[in-house]
């Protein structure tokens, strides 16, 4: 099955920081299939932005190394790729300074009927800088978006101060705050699933769900990106954005339509929903050295450091929907997979007519993220075969790519949120008010920490965390699930 790809209109997107990391890996090889689906429409223009004082040649050189480099080789057709460099420029821009400003709002003004987008891939200091400048140069127009993507704010503090500068020159429908998983694809099937479904939504309550598990796991560890994610720790740099968005996404009520404010506004309550933490409903870790690989005090080059790389937490949603479900949550480097998946654990039948089997562990649906996106259900069955009725459990299995046949396209999630900003559709960003209402809750246990002096527990790699992310779950009679692909 081959998805319809309806072209964008013709846009200026131009991205700060274009020689850095992600504009690499991502942005760039992302519009470059875009563009291969042709999405990307003809005359659209990316405008790399930075302090080097490169040529528009060179820029293209680079670019073209970056596609060579993260775009699979079967999709760079040299005609494409042709076309695709011819629509990349360049100015350099020294963010803080004056340099390049009138050459960027020149080069802007020759296509003014152009949708303009200023994606902001640079340190988060540099945000309300540019967006100050952008406004002084006059560039910003009224129909101008601007790209903003975590770290938004460390605390409450900085995230409602980096809100109000942005909100200084942009209007809220203005600003787009990238969580990528929400460009994920299954992330939206959840969405699909719950409401498109007749099946589940009647379920989908305390009265039915014993209790939901959200997992986000890696395998690798933080070797290269240590000074960042020293200062973060896996509460800041995940449970605050990610886990909180597929958390919201899974509790939310029903919007009354698949419009971006309403959608918002359900997470936005769910979130106000969450019951304050307490201490003992967290477990927080930190990978130790094993055989020849470093721990995390190697990695960050910090060896008293408290931050954690693995972080477990049962939360609790106040609601009519919820109160009695707990939700757990958790993330953390160096375990034994790659997983993400949201795990939701129904009740057992009110009155079983069989015998006790002890190794069934009931009815589940499992939205796996990654890898191989796809959907299980976990349900009860006779085992095959004369003998009586003996009962075992089989997985109701689909796999996106199998189900909807070889050609079905999993688009990076790059890919989708870059072609809704041009498109101007926010449902899949958050919003000020959730990324502040998200701090709130994270907040007082990061202060909690800091002032017990309270230290991560040791985990070993190659593991599923901590002995106490287990009992967090076996305290309630769960278990989690295992971190396996
Ligand atoms: C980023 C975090 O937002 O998400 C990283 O900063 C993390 O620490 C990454 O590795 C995980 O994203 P994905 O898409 O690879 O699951």
Request: hydrophobic share 40%; proline share 6%; net charge neutral.
């Amino acid at each position: 099955m081959v998805s319809t790809v309806i072209p964008v209109q013709p846009f200026d997107l131009v991205i700060f920081g274009a020689t850095g990391d992600l504009a690499k890996r991502k942005i760039l090889p992302s519009l470059y299939r875009r563009l291969a689906v042709h999405q990307m429409p003809e005359g659209a223009r990316v405008i790399g932005a930075a302090r080097s004082k490169m040529t528009r040649a060179e820029f293209r050189k680079q670019t073209l190394a970056a596609l060579q480099e993260f775009v699979a080789p079967d999709l760079l057709k040299p005609d494409l790729v042709e076309q695709f460099i011819a629509s990349v420029d360049y100015v350099p821009v020294d963010a803080g300074g004056e340099d390049g400003w009138a050459q960027l709002a020149k080069k802007l003004g020759e296509k003014p009927d152009h949708i303009r987008a200023f994606y902001l891939s640079v340190a988060p200091a540099l945000f309300a800088v540019i967006a100050d400048k952008l406004a002084a140069a006059g560039v910003a127009t009224p129909s101008s978006r601007i790209v903003v993507e975590k770290p938004l704010g460390k605390d409450l503090a900085s995230a409602r101060a980096l809100n109000a500068q942005l909100s200084k020159h942009f209007t809220e429908a203005q600003i787009y705050r990238i969580d990528h998983y929400l460009g994920k694809e299954t992330v939206q099937n959840l969405m699909a699933i719950r409401f498109a479904n007749a099946l589940f939504e009647p379920l989908w309550n305390a009265r039915y769900v014993d209790h939901v598990q959200i997992t986000v796991a890696e395998n690798l560890g933080v070797a290269g990106r240590g000074e960042y994610y020293d200062k973060s720790g896996a509460m800041r740099d995940m449970v605050q954005n990610h886990l909180m968005q597929l958390l919201c996404l899974t509790a939310m009520e029903p919007p009354a339509h698949f419009e971006p404010n309403m959608v918002r506004d359900e997470k936005l309550k769910v979130i106000r929903s969450l019951e304050p933490l307490k201490l003992s409903d967290i477990v927080r870790g930190q990978y130790r050295a094993n055989g020849s690989g470093s721990s995390y005090l190697d990695d960050v080059k910090n060896p008293q450091s408290r931050t954690e790389s693995f972080i477990a937490i049962r939360a609790h949603i106040q609601n009519w929907r919820w109160a009695g479900t707990p939700f757990y949550l958790r993330t953390g480097k160096k375990l034994s997979a790659r997983l993400s998946e949201i795990c939701v654990v129904f009740r057992d039948p009110p009155h079983s007519i069989f015998p006790k089997v002890d190794d069934l562990r009931g009815n589940a649906l499992i939205i796996r993220l990654q890898p191989n996106e796809g959907i299980t259900m976990r349900v009860t069955i006779k085992d095959p075969g004369p003998g009586g009725m003996r009962l075992t459990e089989v997985p109701l299995d689909m796999t996106f790519a199998k189900a909807l046949g070889g050609e079905a396209e999993m688009p990076e999630a790059y890919e989708r949120l870059i072609m809704d900003v041009i498109r101007g559709d926010q449902t899949l960003f958050m919003r000020g008010d959730e990324v502040e209402a998200a701090w709130s809750w994270v907040d007082p246990i990061i202060d909690a920490w800091t002032d017990a002096g309270s230290k991560p527990q040791q985990y070993d790699p190659g593991s599923a965390g901590p002995i106490d992310a287990y009992k967090l779950t076996s305290s309630d009679g769960h278990l989690w699930r295992e971190i396996a692909t």
